[in-house]
């Protein structure tokens, strides 16, 4: 899972980035589920790639768009994930009464941030997540397939399309997003990101190095700084899970 913070404030943004780090340490602990934290200091980096993340904490106070301002971005885009607004020199809750904003994936806290309230919200947004689907219903031209984890090898993502591998040899075209994919894959474990642009199956890795993998069906990706923890994360769990089995 991934949570953003868009804060315009370094100190506070340094200290909800504590904070939720923390939490993600305790549902590691809880569930043995990974939270990866995004941190954005100004509107237009957050507002880039908003829909892969399950929560969204927002305070900006000082750019041309405000927290309510970005609340409605959002809602207009069609995000449902909760969206947390955490009230410091303004006030978001009475902004919103104001100017009649209502939804239900619209929440507020408090700054300072206490650390029950931020359990509390944090264990709301595990509750409230989807349940995904233990196989994948994928459509393009060709017709409708079924998917497991397994069924897919790897995922290759240009704007608002992906092009998806499967372990038959055939190849399927989508409109979606990387992004939004990978949200899809919530039951795969064994699905993970290693950039912004691609994901693949940690079972169908042919050879893996620090910076590059390459998959059983030819196709090769450069790994991202960024996701190479995610790719360690996914191995190990499906190595664990297969010896449990």
């Not at 305790?26 to 990974?34: D, G, L, P, Q, Y």
């Not at 349940?131 to 790897?154: F, N, Q, S």
């Not at 899809?184 to 693949?200: H, K, R, T």
């Amino acid at each position: 899972m991934y949570f953003a913070i868009c804060d315009d404030n370094i100190a506070d943004r340094k200290q909800s980035e504590r904070l939720l780090k923390r939490q993600a340490d305790r549902i590691f602990k809880e569930k043995e589920e990974r939270i990866y934290l995004h941190s954005y200091g100004n509107v237009d980096a957050f507002m880039s790639k908003p829909q892969m993340y399950q929560a969204l904490f927002i305070d900006m106070t000082s750019s041309d768009h405000d927290g309510i301002d970005i609340a409605k971005l959002l809602l207009d885009m069609g995000i449902a994930k909760p969206i947390i607004l955490c009230c410091s020199s303004i006030d978001y809750r009475e902004r919103a009464k104001e100017e009649g904003l209502e939804a239900e994936n619209l929440y507020f806290l408090d700054k300072p941030i206490k650390v029950a309230e931020i359990t509390a919200m944090v264990d709301t947004i595990m509750e409230k997540r989807e349940v995904p689907a233990a196989k994948l219903e994928l459509r393009d031209h060709d017709g409708t397939v079924y998917a497991g984890g397994d069924d897919i090898v790897c995922v290759k993502g240009k704007g608002q399309e992906i092009n998806i591998y499967l372990a038959d040899g055939r190849k399927l075209n989508l409109l979606s997003t990387v992004y939004d994919f990978f949200y899809e894959c919530g039951a795969f474990p064994q699905i993970c990101p290693v950039s912004d642009n691609a994901l693949i199956n940690v079972n169908h890795i042919q050879k893996k190095s620090l910076l590059s993998v390459k998959m059983n069906n030819g196709e090769s990706f450069l790994i991202s700084l960024y996701y190479r923890d995610s790719i360690n994360d996914a191995i190990e769990k499906c190595c664990r899970e297969g010896a449990d089995s």
